[in-house]
């Protein structure tokens, strides 16, 4: 099943920086960079600690982890760098009237 998580209003996150967002079960980092916005999930894969409190590489569309320096595609959650090898997941991101929104697969997401 898709649902639409609320993760927000536009003029709460300034640009080129991310914000924690825990609802209905999901912990999503909603990062912003210029007027585009990325979820991806708040979790590490290597180490259990928030992407959204690492620094953001606007260059390369990526969030690193503050623990240990992986960094982390916010297009496809891929990893870029060790020690991180796994992936975390991405969300799709709607605007609409200012609100932020991340649309998930709750069964792919499970």
């Known amino acids: 099943m898709t649902v639409r998580l609320v ?6 996150i300034a640009p080129d920086s991310s914000l924690s967002v825990d609802v209905d079960g999901h912990r999503i980092a909603l990062v912003r960079l210029g007027d585009d ?3 991806i999930g708040d979790v590490c894969s290597h ?3 928030s992407l959204a409190e690492g620094e ?10 503050w623990k240990h320096g992986s960094l982390f595609c916010l297009e496809t ?4 760098t060790l020690p991180a090898t796994r992936p975390v997941p991405t969300y799709r991101v709607e605007v ?5 929104s ?3 697969d709750e069964e ?3």
């Not at 993760?7 to 709460?12: A, E, H, I, N």
Request: aromatic fraction near 6%; charge should be negative.
């Open 7 to 12: 993760l927000g209003r536009v003029d709460d």
């Open 102 to 104: 991340a649309v998930v």
């Open 47 to 49: 180490a259990d600690v």
């Open 96 to 100: 609409i009237d200012g609100e932020i």
């Open 56 to 65: 953001i590489d606007a260059d390369e569309k990526a969030i690193e982890c």
């Open 77 to 80: 959650g891929e990893a870029l």
């Open 108 to 110: 792919a997401d499970a």
């Open 37 to 39: 916005f990325y979820a």
